[in-house]
């Protein structure tokens, strides 16, 4: 039998190397106040998945582990041998699972504002047993969530470029659902203006309202989940 809960897993980096390709549009200080709206929209849409059993941050940044913990969120401090994104994940799933026992994973990306439960909760529903799964992202070559289907599989993360097809190399699944928001992760700014067009999460509307990101952001509102 499956076990019911799945736990998921988010790594955030330092705030002070937040989202470079931004730098054009956004002050340091904005940018940085963006990954944490992202990611309180993100945590709070996954924890709303009742099959999510917990979801864990994995941060070496003391604002970022802040905000997880006010959210509900388990904060796993970035190991100091973790040597990138891929090492921190896989530190962290190994902790999920001598604390909760062989567990179904999950990774996300952190930068999901557009996220709705709803979309989640049907690709866990659908992603096949006893295998990895992937979920590709909206540029067609990133990763936006990896699935384990199976609590004896490595959670074997190989984010980064082209990390869809390195995910696919290592026997994961590719899933084919209709999740706009779940595969709208931002990194550019017209991945941000789409996400606004597809209706970002609350800390993000009420950020890039602030910010007077653009005109656009004034008329979104959150789409029906």
């Given at each position: 039998m499956r076990p019911h809960a799945v736990h998921a897993v988010i790594a955030v980096k330092n705030l002070?190397?937040?989202k470079s390709r931004l730098a054009e549009h956004l002050r340091p200080e904005h940018r940085?106040?963006?990954?944490?709206?992202?990611?309180?929209?993100?945590?709070?849409?996954?924890?709303?998945?009742?099959?999510?059993?917990?979801?864990?941050?994995?941060?070496p940044d003391p604002t970022v582990a802040g905000l997880a913990r006010s959210l509900g969120a388990v904060v796993h401090p970035e190991p100091s041998t973790a040597t990138d994104l891929n090492s921190a994940l896989a530190a962290a799933a190994t902790t999920l699972r001598e604390s909760h026992g062989p567990v179904e994973l999950?990774?996300?990306?952190?930068?999901?504002?557009?996220?709705?439960?709803?979309?989640?909760?049907?690709?866990?529903?659908?992603?096949?047993?006893?295998?990895?799964?992937?979920?590709?992202?909206?540029?067609?070559?990133?990763?936006a969530a990896l699935f384990v289907g199976d609590g004896t599989l490595a959670l074997d993360p190989r984010f980064g470029p082209d990390s869809a097809r390195a995910h696919r190399a290592a026997g994961a699944?590719?899933?084919?659902?209709?999740?706009?928001?779940?595969?709208?992760?931002v990194d550019t700014a017209a991945d941000l203006d789409a996400a606004?067009?597809?209706?970002a999460g609350p800390a993000t509307r009420a950020l890039l309202r602030e910010i007077s990101w653009s005109t656009g952001v004034h008329e979104a509102v959150r789409r029906v989940c």
């Open positions: 002070d190397l937040a940085a106040r963006l990954v944490l709206a992202m990611l309180a929209d993100t945590v709070t849409a996954a924890a709303a998945v009742p099959r999510v059993g917990s979801v864990t941050v994995v941060t999950l990774a996300l990306q952190a930068d999901l504002p557009a996220l709705c439960p709803a979309e989640l909760a049907d690709m866990l529903a659908v992603a096949p047993a006893g295998k990895r799964s992937v979920v590709v992202d909206h540029a067609g070559t990133g990763t699944v590719d899933l084919d659902g209709d999740w706009p928001g779940l595969r709208l992760d606004v067009a597809l209706g």
